[in-house]
């Protein structure tokens, strides 16, 4: 084996990482000021004027706040060893700052790890060094390790005589000493027949891994012997379940997105293996791995097939039962609740659907000029198409022109709105799944055309009175009428006259829901991903997705939006008159033929699609921000894999500690507060040894 050699001074003297670290590493200059603000925020020691970092003020400047991990703050004092440099029991602004840059390596975990066993600061670690820092870490009743094996010797080089571990042997021996440790452990425990007790496997694993598991695992460790015959645990069943510890994250991974893509929301072990198989190079996880990973999940019964939610007590370590979280009281909703919740929705979708009215309004203004003009009558052909339409509009109207009716729009959509979003939010919730979240197409159908068929109570009068106010424009041109308001015709049309045209607007608006809310519910999930490993969407993809569903719904239902118009559509002299529903499209049909159904068409998907589109976002984004103040969160499963955007530094001090916990779940306990190399108590810093 190669000879280990230690970082050097210039004169040739063994030199710390930490002194060479100060010599070759610049920080920038706010990197240092954030440093600063935490090292001043929690330095309570003062020593001459100066400002030194005691174990726990130093915990408390490193550790993240909400760890989504299993590791206790108190853990993070074992990174104080590393960073009291001088070894005097506190840690000065100088000491941070190597600390801080430390952690900035990109092997920063390792690293640390192997300061920590450095106790001498030479570069290298001896034998004893490394067998005193593991003794002093575990206690009497510990699992006993052998260090004279022949796998801890095949790591150690020499060097004058002495066994040494480099930087780089040190990195893989702490990489393969779980595994070491297993073996050694599963052999102390074994019978003769090659069999551990379930209770001896519970005490392995909590040596090495407790602090990856949650309490509800913990306690089912012993059921582990229920995967084959007999009371005991075969070592093969051992190096299992470690190996699914080992690869949690990839489990992770292949569960979510099983799930994601299951039909039903739910994946067996059939579907785990399959998945994995598709979408790794090598097949990671064997079929007795997979049954260990259903049998903790299932509480048992590994044969069932199983949501992610299911998953959790396995995947997040921080998991409690049920029965072991806080009881939270939520009061009864009250008559005033309900009727508060109901305003709230009623506001959100009404401000949401005026975002999106206003925005689109002159492509509407446009789009009805264009479906209303009869090609057959004699000087009615007032636009060859909507370009021209837009363009007339603006030289004879003015930019007001293309906002004529917009007040009526304005006032109705808020209803309209908010029952649509509401009718189909309220299905959309009874029909799914709790657990998986998962909504059959059939259901989703049928939530987004209730959603369409119940708006038609306040779409059909709002429509019709928009319509004529946008056709006034037109008319006065022609014949010369003076444009009426809204109350005028309002009177004209009278209640029953203001349902004018239900017909062809359910005939619309139904099919039109039925596609756009499944549509824009499966764009965000199967093209955005959505949801996938804790994916949000930007405001881009969420405008996106809206938009993009409105455009086949838009097209589509334009036949029936069509004869809506013209059924509402106060109809001048020598224009068709139409009776209904089906003579109006007979009509149409007839003398115009089947190009004028989709007259409008294009730029009926222009208006929708934006329209639809920045309501949605804008619906979703009013609920995100200015949520009901009594309203549930739907449960989520949060692990790291899910969570946002980390300081780095933070991530590797965490990893860090995870290295070391791995050699024993009590890792640095052991080791008096304040104690120094060796486990001796570390001297007190006095003003003297300051200065």
């Not at 067998?131 to 206690?139: A, L, P, R």
């Amino acid at each position: 084996m190669a000879a280990v050699s230690p970082v050097h001074n210039d004169d040739g003297q063994p030199r710390s990482a930490f002194s060479a670290m100060r010599q070759t590493i610049a920080t920038p200059e706010s990197e240092l000021k954030r440093w600063k603000r935490s090292f001043e925020a929690n330095a309570k020691t003062v020593i001459n004027g100066e400002k030194y970092l005691d174990r726990d003020s130093f915990v408390n400047a490193i550790a993240s706040e909400g760890d989504l991990s299993r590791i206790d703050r108190s853990s993070f004092a074992i990174l104080f060893r590393v960073a009291d440099g001088s070894k005097r029991g506190l840690v000065s602004w100088d000491d941070f700052t190597v600390f801080e840059t430390l952690l900035k390596r990109p092997d920063a975990e390792y690293w640390i790890a192997f300061q920590y066993f450095d106790v001498d600061g030479s570069g290298t670690i001896t034998f004893d060094e490394f067998k005193n820092s593991f003794q002093e870490n575990i206690g009497p009743d510990s699992i006993p390790f052998d260090f004279d094996c022949d796998w801890v010797k095949l790591y150690l080089g020499k060097r004058n005589g002495e066994h040494v571990l480099g930087y780089n042997e040190f990195t893989q021996l702490m990489k393969g000493l779980q595994g070491e440790r297993l073996r050694q452990a599963f052999k102390y425990f074994s019978d003769a027949d090659g069999y551990i007790k379930p209770d001896q496997f519970k005490k392995i694993i909590l040596e090495l891994a407790g602090h990856k598991l949650s309490d509800s695992v913990i306690e089912r460790l012993p059921t582990l012997c229920a995967l084959s015959t007999g009371q005991k645990i075969s070592y093969s069943e051992v190096i299992a379940f470690h190996n699914v510890i080992r690869e949690m994250d990839m489990v992770e991974r292949v569960i979510r997105e099983a799930t994601s893509k299951s039909k039903d929301g739910r994946i067996d072990q059939n579907d785990f293996l399959n998945y994995s198989a598709s979408s790794t190079r090598y097949a990671l996880f064997s079929p007795m791995e997979a049954n260990i990973i259903f049998h903790f999940a299932g509480r048992g019964h590994s044969g069932q097939r199983l949501a992610l939610l299911d998953f959790a007590q396995l995947l997040d370590p921080r998991w409690k039962a049920p029965s072991d979280e806080p009881v939270k009281v939520i009061p009864t909703e009250t008559f005033l609740q309900s009727t508060g919740r109901s305003i709230y929705n009623f506001m959100l979708g009404g401000i949401a659907g005026a975002v999106g009215a206003t925005i689109v309004y002159p492509i509407d203004m446009v789009k009805t000029r264009m479906q209303n003009q009869r090609s057959t009558v004699v000087g009615q052909l007032l636009y060859k198409n909507s370009i021209d339409c837009a363009r007339k509009i603006l030289r004879n109207e003015g930019l007001v022109g293309f906002y004529r009716g917009i007040g009526p729009q304005l006032i109705g959509v808020a209803p309209e709105k908010a029952i649509k979003l509401t009718v189909n939010d309220y299905v959309r919730k009874k029909a799914m799944d709790p657990e998986t979240g998962r909504i059959t197409l059939p259901w989703e159908l049928f939530a987004g055309g209730s959603a369409g068929g119940c708006q038609v109570v306040f779409t059909n009068p709002l429509e019709i009175v928009k319509i004529r106010l946008q056709m006034q424009g037109e008319a006065a041109k022609a014949e010369g009428i003076a444009p009426r308001g809204a109350v005028h015709i309002i009177k004209q049309l009278g209640l029953l006259g203001l349902y004018k045209g239900a017909s062809a607007c359910l005939l619309r608006d139904i099919p039109f829901s039925a596609i756009y809310f499944p549509a824009y519910s499966h764009l965000k999930t199967d093209l955005f991903k959505e949801g996938h490993n804790g994916k949000k969407l930007s405001f881009g993809e969420t405008l996106l997705s809206a938009a993009i569903a409105g455009m086949p719904a838009a097209y589509l239902t334009t036949p029936a939006d069509v004869i809506k118009t013209r059924l509402q559509v106060e109809a001048r002299t020598g224009q068709t008159h139409y009776k209904g529903l089906v003579d109006a499209a007979r009509k149409i049909y007839k003398e115009e033929g089947f190009r004028a159904l989709y007259k409008g068409g294009p730029a009926r998907v222009i208006r929708s699609s934006p329209q639809f589109g920045f309501t949605l976002v804008a619906y979703e984004y009013l609920h995100k921000f200015v949520p009901f103040p009594w309203g549930e969160q739907p449960k989520q499963l949060e692990t790291l894999l899910t969570s946002g955007p980390e300081d780095i530094t933070r991530v590797r001090a965490r990893n860090a500690l995870k290295i070391l916990l791995d050699v024993h779940g009590d890792f640095g306990k052991r080791v008096a507060v304040g104690a120094g190399p060796g486990g001796k108590a570390a001297p007190t810093i006095t003003p003297a040894e300051v200065a």
